[in-house]
């Protein structure tokens, strides 16, 4: 454990840069290339959401075990940590986009001159000023939350105090406590209402386990990124195998979800509910069905078996095409709703969401950067060292 | 019955070391018994992985199976009845109990395999070869059935060698 502390190198923040070039010559490209506001406002919104979900995945990982005090974690918990920093970029790109004419041409119900008698009854939750108030909630909690669980953890490395592991058990209560609620909530504003017409209770925990899942690639994604470039050695089969097991479950939590929701309005049959699903057989029957095969086939199939979920070699491909996967899953979710049947998958696309996966891996490796890497005076570090599955 | 040569040990790291001492001389334990599960035992005495999981894949798949094609033999075959306009062979209404049926048998067969493998359930016969193993002793147990003598006092010697705190003949 010589390699304690991350050194940004010049390396990675040029990759990235480039990948945020990409990004904006991509963006400038839909915007002068005549692509429509609707489909450049539904991108952003799109790779905001999914980007901004994964960090919060981030931080709700090292909540949650620090609620339930497990030990195995404790390795790998600065990934977590420095994912939840791009939550503050997430809001500020969010923000931005809700300012500068995303409302308008994302949410129909913005529209206020003329709304139908449906929408006018849902006036009093959908209308843009409790929306921008909500908006300002959701952050101020999150990112107040996320600072002080990094803070507290950070000191709690310093010498391993009993006080402040206590602390960071109080602090990620009330992180699950708040995430529990805003996360149904945030879904519900920011993607259900893009078809304001449209209900589903479910919404919220569906949009929720598509996050946990990719959130969880994304770990194991970056955690072999960063034993290549020779750090977190100390991270073991054992540890990979944890993590394995998390994306093989909650793959198959999310179709669980995914399931529920489309059998329960396929059997009602009742048109103001399969109108959703309507849309997204007839126009996005492609990627409708593809959504299942990446996010609950592969996974399912795949990582059966121990051995598959202690390799890398099977584990990152199976994390790569979960994280293609959900991106896909959030593809149907907004874009029927905003661009309908004119809707494709272009270089607008894929180079906005390369941008975006620069902007998160550079926010994420300067946070990484600034805190010792391995959290040595963790009262479970040793534990999570010497952690083992049984057969 | 067969007979087993018996050594205990107070204490579960020494317990650990002995059998890794025994196995490295060529003696095999039948069984190691302890009053609570010790970690690192499974990899001292060698023990192969379980093949519990694959009767658990074997037992869903058949579940799953016979739920799906049950359902739809019922549901165009047998009994045929429309539901709400919806056509006969609806697969997304028969996923709740092919699922349902897939834990079931996955479960049972779990359950009904380690039963089996291990001569236990309902009916089954305890055997205690020394009553501390229940309060705080580990014990060895190595078959005795076919040694004779010099063989069997080799063991024993081994064992003494290799920190047990008593050795006694048990059947």
């Known amino acids: 454990m010589d390699n304690n502390t991350f050194i940004l190198s010049k390396k990675v923040i040029n990759i990235s840069l480039i990948m945020i070039a990409i990004g904006l010559i991509s963006l400038a490209y839909g915007y002068f290339g005549g692509l429509g506001a609707g489909r450049i406002a539904a991108n952003i919104l799109m ?10 995945i981030g931080l709700f990982f090292v909540a949650v075990h620090a609620i339930a ?5 404790v390795s790998v918990q600065r ?17 931005a986009l809700f300012s500068l004419g995303g409302l308008s041409s994302l949410y129909e119900w913005t529209h206020t001159e003329h709304l139908d008698a449906i929408l006018l009854k849902k006036v009093g939750y959908l209308n843009v000023p409790f929306f921008m108030i909500r908006f300002f909630i959701y952050f101020a909690g999150w990112i107040i939350l996320a600072w002080l669980i990094r803070k507290t953890s950070l000191k709690l490395d310093v010498d391993g105090d009993k006080f402040y592991f206590n602390r960071l058990r109080t602090v990620s209560a009330i992180f699950i406590v708040f995430y529990a609620v805003t996360s149904v909530t945030s879904s519900f504003d920011w ?4 078809d304001a017409h449209w209900f589903s209770t479910l919404y919220g925990w569906y949009v929720f386990s598509s996050m946990l899942a990719s959130g ?3 770990i194991i994604i970056l955690l072999y990124v960063l034993k290549r470039m020779g ?17 093989f479950g909650f793959s198959i939590f999310w179709a669980y979800l995914w399931f529920s929701q489309y059998m329960l309005i396929w059997y009602a049959n009742i048109p103001e509910e399969t109108v959703y699903f309507y849309t997204r057989l007839k126009y996005f029957n492609t990627i409708f069905f593809l959504n299942l095969v990446l996010n609950l086939a592969v996974p399912l199939l795949v990582l059966m078996t121990r051995n598959s979920k202690r390799m890398f070699a099977v584990l990152l491909p199976v994390s790569a095409v979960v994280f293609i996967g959900h991106w896909i899953d959030m593809y149907q979710i907004v874009m029927p709703g905003v661009v309908g049947k004119e809707a494709g998958i272009g270089l607008l696309e894929i180079g906005l969401t390369v941008g975006y996966a620069g902007l998160f891996i550079l926010v994420f490796f300067h946070s990484l950067s600034k805190a010792p890497l391995v959290p040595k005076n963790h009262p479970y570090f040793k534990e999570s060292i010497e952690y083992h599955t049984n057969y | 019955m067969s007979k087993f040569i018996s050594a205990y040990y107070h204490d579960e790291e020494d317990l650990i070391k002995g ?45 799953g199976l016979i739920g799906f094609f049950f359902q739809a033999w019922v549901f165009t075959v047998a009994y045929p009845i429309n539901f709400g306009g919806k056509p006969f062979f609806a697969v997304p209404s028969f996923m709740p109990v092919t699922f349902e049926m897939t834990v079931l048998f996955a479960a049972f067969s779990m359950v009904i395999a380690f039963f089996i493998h291990n001569k236990l359930g309902p009916g089954a016969k305890t055997i205690i070869y020394d009553e501390q193993v229940t309060d705080d002793r580990f014990q060895i147990l190595i078959e005795a059935d076919d040694l004779d003598e010099p063989e ?20």
Request: aromatic content about 8%.
């Open chain 1, 79 to 95: 990934i977590g940590e420095a994912m939840s920093r791009f939550i503050p970029v997430g809001g500020i790109l969010l923000l």
């Open chain 1, 191 to 194: 993607l259900m209402s893009i």
């Open chain 1, 216 to 218: 969880t690639a994304v």
């Open chain 1, 69 to 73: 005090e497990s030990g195995w974690q």
């Open chain 1, 231 to 247: 750090y977190m050695t100390h991270v073991n089969a054992e540890h990979v195998h944890d993590l394995g097991k998390y994306l």
């Open chain 2, 19 to 63: 059998v890794r001492q025994i196995r490295n001389q060529g003696i095999e334990p039948a069984d190691v018994r302890t009053p609570f599960p010790v970690h690192g035992l499974d990899k001292a005495m060698g023990m192969k992985r379980s093949r519990l999981t694959r009767v658990a894949f074997a037992g869903g798949a058949i579940g």
């Open chain 2, 152 to 171: 069997q006092q080799r063991i024993e010697k081994a064992l003494k060698e290799a920190g047990a705190q008593g050795i006694q003949l048990t059947s």
């Open chain 1, 47 to 56: 790779n905001t959401f999914y980007f901004l979900g994964i960090a919060l």
